[in-house]
């Protein structure tokens, strides 16, 4: 059975940074593309990053592009997303999510989620 656990989330202040894990079990976790996607209150869940197998290719959301960095440790089976310059705009329930495929932007594609992790950014 596939279980993503992300860890990592809060609260912090506009221009401040986390940092999000999400751990991976059930799977062979280098043979999957990972994701990090969001939803914020009333809107709908939205690409923020994803990463390829071996980390080789990397595709970013326009609105995160300089400020997020996303990567994968496969010997610990875990992805990382780190967040710098945070903006109210990023609150959201964060999700990480694997994908059969090499890398892919679209959520339809990940058919395994993890529960979330709450990122809330005051101004």
């Known amino acids: 059975q596939v279980q993503l656990v992300e860890s990592g989330g809060g609260l912090v202040q506009a221009g401040g940074s986390l940092r999000l894990s999400c751990a991976a079990s059930?799977?062979?976790?280098?043979?999957?593309?990972m994701g990090w996607f969001r939803q914020a209150p009333g809107k709908e869940r939205e690409f923020v990053a994803a990463?390829?197998?071996?980390?080789?290719?990397?595709a970013y959301a326009e609105s995160v592009k300089g400020r997020f960095t996303i990567s994968r440790d496969n010997a610990k089976n875990t992805v990382y997303l780190q967040m710098n310059n945070l903006k109210p705009d990023d609150t959201a329930v964060y999700y990480c999510?694997?994908?059969?495929?090499?890398?892919?932007?679209?959520?339809?594609?990940?058919?395994?989620w993890g529960q979330g992790t709450q990122v809330t950014v005051s101004s």
């Open positions: 999510a694997a994908t059969g495929m090499t890398i892919s932007l679209r959520h339809q594609h990940y058919n395994s």
């Open positions: 059930g799977l062979r976790f280098s043979s999957y593309g």
């Open positions: 990463v390829s197998r071996s980390a080789s290719n990397l």
